[in-house]
Every structure is written in structure tokens, then in C-alpha cells.
């Protein structure tokens, strides 16, 4: 038998091939997995976040940023607080200063001690990259701390450092005001890493301005001191928090009274009801008849744009009270059924949420995906306007029409598009267990692999907007079909007839009036073979659908691989967690660990595939909107044609020969589940 050749246009592939990334190597190979690479924004975020963290925590009443130029007409930016200052001393287990190992190690900093005592009981999240990003991308970045009354200063150049820790005496205060403590980090992003070198403003503007929102009693500040000779000072400290951002931010942008008076409140756990001392969330909500809204969420004072599990406690616990208070008084007209979204489509809101160890989807922690959160926040949410309504009968009156009147006309939608389809309508497959909605704005479809995980599917989804079709087997490669050939194979008619939208091409010219669901989701197990059938109906509907693409109609579920059962301890009931992959797994040990409980005192296992899950298991961590993680598919950084492309390279028949070429050459960036 002849050797297999290892040898690849780049060269020989051998032991020598493998390399290990060490320290910051992997954020300057990659930036993208650790931070936004438009601009620089971000990387001067994580140092702003950890100003805030200290303010959050009580030890800070400032947070300054100045952006200066300097002799090279770069950005130089400075970030300071007045907080208790980064530890100077040496790390008893690495042997070097703790503020070194801040800025040098990706896993690393006080955020990871959640126990009792622990430097940050609440803060943004255990992705633990933070500000070592920040100096892995930055040309130039140098800190200075005072505490233990002394000035400490330490430098880097592109994550390295160039100037060891120095410390000298603190006489009298410094610059420091009536504090001896503090943390200021000056920084130059290396534009090689970003788009474009130029911070946003505006965007700049905002974020401090909702870190003063959220800090009562915190001065922030900005300085632009770039062009003119005097430097542009802004400051904000707002005395009524939430409320008065708000009310400002309605005055600014709509112009619209709120139909009722603004529900503000805020509660926090005491530690006596499953959860942690001290979650809880604060908010302020108005309801506006027209307009635009104003909606904007914070975990531990991080922005997340894309909401998340915080946001949906929200609109469930809204939700609640308001159905609730239209049940008690009968004010709902017959044949109108009230959704959340009803309720929440002209609310505007700033809520800002208090968690223990947020799980963020992604590095940018953009999403809250905590699923503990939709449970605390809604139980806080909920009371507070119910009580409200009912002692207010008549404002709650003018609220439940608004609420009807969205129902109303969402309803009416989902028929006119109903009308558009006509009587010529395909039988449905009958092993498709279909939903009871019209609504094709809700209505969503999972394609499951297996029938036994389709029975749990079909046992736990929402039966209301929740379709399941079970597929057997593998589906057809249908890279090189014909279109006219598709339909021999039953899974791919019966996924075409259940969607409502025949086989086309990309310029065809396509009636989706006729689709059935907005969301296709593709489910299969968390494991090689699930993945292979992911990417078999894929190409079937990048080749075939390409249009359910373009217009973001097709999703990808995303199952939890493992659950780790936890027994009752203390106050806290039994739990059962959830892990994406191998890294989440290992925040929840540690999580578990900070807690103070004993190493492998709790039970892992391992999904062999969907099928092992119970319907309530599915429901909770795949298939519920509030806890779910639904990957959109869409083009990547790939354009159209070079990701036809690669498809045909990976797909096509007579590629067998550039398929062993590109997987010599990459299949070691490959972490396969075998």
C-alpha cells in the first residue's frame, strides 16, 4: 500500500506543521473571535467596562476618557476612575505582577472570584479576555496605578512588555484629587487590526452616557482634546437615573407623551428565593401611541443591543400583568387572542439587570443568554404593574385598548396574507405535525433529525406557532440535482411542500407570499452526524432555496452537547444546567466551584442526540424563543461567489481531489468530535 501524501500546494504537512498559540497570539491571529474589527470601539470598551465594574461595586465616583492626538496624528486615549487601583503585588502561583498578568494572560482577572468576598460580585460575564484584547491590539499601551500609597507604572507595545512594573512613592495626592487610589490606561489601537483606525463618536457619546444612567452618583466625563485649542468637555450625572434618561430620550426622538405614566421599579434578590443575593434588575417603561421607540438593555452595565433573556423576562412579566388586568375586567373582544409581542410593540424601555456570572453570546457579549434570567426578571416585572393597573382602573383601560388594538391588527395582517394564496394548495406530508397560527411573521418550522427526537419536538414545542417535520435518514447531496429530479426523493418534496415554496434558482423570480413559516429551523443533534446533516440541507437550500436565505428566513438550532445535574444545596433547589459545547461546560464548573461547592460533587452527561432529551428538556434550551440559541444563516465573510465556490469544492462530485488538498491544508484548525 502506497503512503498517503501529506505534501499540499503550501508545502510538506508534518509534526513541524502544528503550531500552538500561545499568551496573545490568538487574538492577533484572529481578532475577530475576540472583539468587533470595524473599528476600535470595542477594545476601548472592555477598559471603560472595568472603570464601571469598579463604580458598580461602590469604590468609584468618576470615569473619565479623553481622546488626545499625538506628534503622529494618531488617537491616543485615555481611560481613568478613581477606584481601588489594579493589584501591583506578585501573583503567588505565576510570580509576576498581578496588573502584568491583567493585561498579558486571555483567562485572567478578579471577575472569575464570585465566591463570597470576591473582588466583583457582579460583572460582565467569564469570557475572561477583557482588556488583554485591548493590549493585544493596541501599538502602545501603558498603565498607571495608585494604591498601597505608592504610583505604579507598567508598559506594553503590541501585548508585550516593554517596561517593566516601576513603583515609586505617592507625594501627597498626585493629580489624584482627594483619592490616593485609581487606575488610568492610555492606549493606541494598531490600526492593522481594524478597518478603519477611527473611533465613532456618537457611539463613544452614548456608551458613557449610559454607564452615568446606570451608576447613580457617578460623575462620567468626556474630553476631546484632538483639533480644537481648548479642549470639548461633556459631562453626565443623572439624578433621577433610568427615569430621566428616558424621559429625555422620548423629549429627543418622538415628541409623544406616554399613554400612561411611566412604570419605574426595581427589585433585588435577598438570597431567599433561588436566587443569588443581589440579582435583580432595575427598569423604567413608557407606552406611546406613535413614534419611534426607545429601547435599551444592560447586564452588569454592559450594552446588549441584541437583548436577550433579560429583555424577555421583560416583556413576559408586562405581558402577564397586562393580560392578566384585560382577564380580570373582560375587555377582550371575542376572537382576538393577545400575544406578548401585542403588548410590547409600542412599549419603549431601559432596563438595566443584575446577574451572577451572565452567559453572553459571543465574545462582544452582544445577547444575554442566561436562561435563570427570563424567570427573574419577569417574577420582579410582573407584580409591580399588576398592583398598578388595578388601582389605576381607567388608565389601565386606555393600556388594554392600545394592547387590543395591536392584536387586532396583527390578526388582520395574517389574513390578508392568507387570502394571497389561494385554493391551489399541495396536500401537506402527514408525518408533518403542523401549527395552529396563520401568522407567518411568528410561525416557524423545525426540520428534526430523527423520529424519535420529532416526538419529543412534537410533545414540547408550542403548538400555537410550532411546526415539526421529521426527517428519516440523511437527506440527498443535492449539490448537482437537477431541480427537476428533486422531487424523487420524499424528504426533500415533503420539505418543499411543507414550506409552501417550490425548488428555484437565485434570479428566479419567486411568489414567498405562498411560504408557510418565517423561520425554517434546522435541528439535529449536537454531534459529527448531526452536523453532516446540517450541512446536506444547507446545499439543498443554498443550491435550490437560495431565496429563503436572502430574505433570512432559514436557522440553524443550536442543542445543548451536555446537562449538568446539581443537587439542592442551601436555600437553592436541585438545578439542571445546560452547556453548548466544552466551553461552557467548563464556566459552569467553575461557576459551580465559586460557589463553594466541592470539585465533581455534580453529575455531567453527555446528549447522545436529541432523541434522549425529554419534551420538556427540548422546550427549554432548543426550542423556546426566551432561552433558545437560533443561529441565522446567512453569507459569512465569504462574498456570494466565493462561497459558491467553496460549496461546489466541498460538495461537488468531481471534487475529490481539491477536497483532500484543502483538508490537508486546514483540517488541523479542526476541533472534530469523534
Keep these: ?84 487601583g489594579i493589584p501591583v503585588g506578585i501573583h503567588a502561583e505565576e510570580g509576576v505582577p498581578v496588573v502584568e498578568i491583567v493585561f498579558t494572560r486571555l483567562h485572567a482577572g478578579g471577575k472569575f472570584d464570585k465566591g463570597s468576598g470576591g473582588a466583583y460580585a457582579f460583572s460582565g460575564g467569564l ?31 503590541h501585548g508585550d512588555v516593554v517596561a517593566p512594573l516601576a513603583s515609586r512613592p505617592l507625594v501627597r495626592t498626585d493629580d489624584r484629587g482627594v483619592r490616593s487610589t485609581g487606575t488610568r490606561v492610555t492606549m493606541k489601537p494598531d490600526p492593522r487590526y481594524f478597518d478603519s483606525e477611527t473611533i465613532p463618536f456618537a457611539d463613544l457619546q452614548r456608551l458613557l452616557r449610559s454607564k452615568a ?72 417603561v413608557a407606552w406611546t401611541e406613535d413614534g419611534p421607540l426607545i429601547r435599551e438593555s444592560y447586564v452588569n452595565l454592559i450594552p446588549t443591543p441584541a437583548g436577550g433573556t433579560h429583555e424577555a423576562g421583560l416583556r413576559e412579566g408586562l405581558f402577564d400583568a397586562v393580560k392578566g388586568f384585560i382577564d380580570l375586567h373582560g375587555l377582550l373582544p ?22 451572577l456570572d451572565p ?108 411546526a415539526i417535520l421529521p426527517l428519516r435518514g440523511k437527506v440527498l447531496n443535492a449539490w448537482e440535482t437537477e431541480r427537476d429530479r428533486l422531487f424523487a426523493n420524499n424528504e426533500i418534496h415533503d420539505i418543499a411542500v411543507a414550506i409552501g415554496v417550490d425548488p428555484h434558482g437565485r434570479d428566479d423570480t419567486i411568489d414567498l407570499s405562498t411560504l408557510r413559516y418565517g423561520k425554517v429551523c434546522i435541528l439535529s443533534d449536537a454531534d459529527v452526524d448531526g452536523s453532516h446533516i446540517q450541512v446536506l440541507l444547507l446545499t439543498l437550500f443554498f443550491r435550490h432555496f437560495p431565496q429563503l436565505i436572502e430574505k433570512g428566513h432559514l436557522y440553524v438550532a443550536r442543542p445543548p452537547l451536555y446537562r449538568v445535574d446539581v443537587a439542592a444545596r442551601g436555600k437553592k433547589p436541585a438545578q439542571k444546567l445546560y452547556a453548548l459545547d466544552e466551553g461552557e461546560l467548563e464556566a459552569i464548573e467553575d461557576k459551580l466551584t465559586k460557589e463553594g461547592m466541592a470539585s465533581k460533587s455534580w453529575s455531567i452527561s453527555r446528549f447522545k442526540g436529541l432523541g434522549e432529551m425529554s419534551a420538556e428538556q427540548l422546550w427549554e434550551t432548543t426550542m423556546n424563543p426566551d432561552t433558545r440559541r437560533l443561529s441565522q444563516v446567512l453569507l459569512g465573510a465569504l462574498d456570494l461567489a466565493s462561497t459558491t465556490a467553496r460549496m461546489n469544492m466541498l460538495m461537488g462530485k468531481g471534487e475529490a481531489a481539491a477536497r483532500k488538498s484543502w483538508l490537508e491544508e486546514h483540517g488541523n484548525e479542526v476541533e472534530a468530535d469523534v
Excluded at 131 to 147: E, F, I, P, Q
Aim: charge should be neutral; include cysteine; proline fraction near 3%.
Design 1 to 84: 500500500m502506497s503512503k498517503p501524501n501529506n505534501t499540499t500546494r503550501s508545502g510538506q504537512y508534518s509534526e513541524a506543521s502544528i503550531r500552538v498559540l500561545k499568551g496573545l497570539e490568538p487574538v492577533k491571529q484572529r481578532p475577530g473571535m475576540y472583539t468587533r474589527t470595524e473599528h476600535p470601539l470595542h477594545i476601548v470598551q472592555e477598559v471603560i467596562d472595568n472603570a464601571a465594574d469598579e463604580a458598580l461595586g461602590g469604590f468609584a465616583t468618576r470615569i473619565g476618557v479623553m481622546l488626545a492626538a499625538d506628534a503622529d496624528g494618531k488617537t491616543r486615549i485615555e481611560v481613568e476612575d478613581d477606584g481601588r
Design 127 to 157: 469570557h475572561g479576555v477583557g482588556v488583554s484584547v485591548t493590549n493585544a491590539l493596541s501599538k502602545s499601551l501603558d498603565v498607571t496605578v495608585w494604591r498601597d500609597g505608592g504610583v505604579h507604572t507598567i508598559g506594553f507595545a
Design 213 to 284: 444612567v446606570l451608576l447613580p452618583g457617578v460623575t462620567v466625563t468626556l474630553t476631546d482634546a484632538r483639533k480644537a485649542k481648548e479642549p470639548v468637555v461633556e459631562t453626565w450625572h443623572y439624578a433621577h437615573g433610568l427615569r430621566g434618561y428616558l424621559i429625555d430620550a422620548l423629549a429627543q426622538t418622538s415628541g409623544s407623551d406616554p399613554l400612561i405614566p411611566f412604570y419605574e421599579g426595581g427589585q433585588h434578590s435577598t438570597g431567599a428565593d433561588n436566587f443569588a443575593e443581589g440579582e435583580g434588575a432595575d427598569w423604567v
Design 334 to 355: 371575542k376572537g382576538v387572542r393577545l400575544l406578548p409581542e401585542d403588548v410590547f410593540a409600542r412599549v419603549s424601555f431601559v432596563l438595566s439587570a443584575k446577574v
Design 359 to 466: 452567559q453572553f453570546q459571543g465574545q462582544i457579549k452582544e445577547r444575554l443568554n442566561s436562561r435563570d434570567a427570563v424567570r427573574l426578571v419577569a417574577n420582579y416585572a410582573r407584580p409591580g404593574l399588576e398592583l398598578w393597573l388595578n388601582q389605576h382602573v381607567d388608565q389601565g383601560r386606555k393600556l388594554a385598548e392600545l394592547v387590543i388594538r395591536q392584536a387586532q391588527t396583527r390578526q388582520r395582517s395574517a389574513q390578508k396574507v392568507e387570502k394571497k394564496k389561494g385554493s391551489g394548495v399541495a396536500v401537506l406530508p402527514g408525518k408533518l405535525t403542523d401549527c395552529e397560527s396563520t401568522d407567518i411573521a411568528r410561525n416557524e418550522v423545525f426540520l428534526v433529525e430523527g423520529d424519535s427526537a420529532g416526538g419529543s419536538a412534537k410533545m414540547g414545542r408550542d403548538k400555537v406557532f410550532q
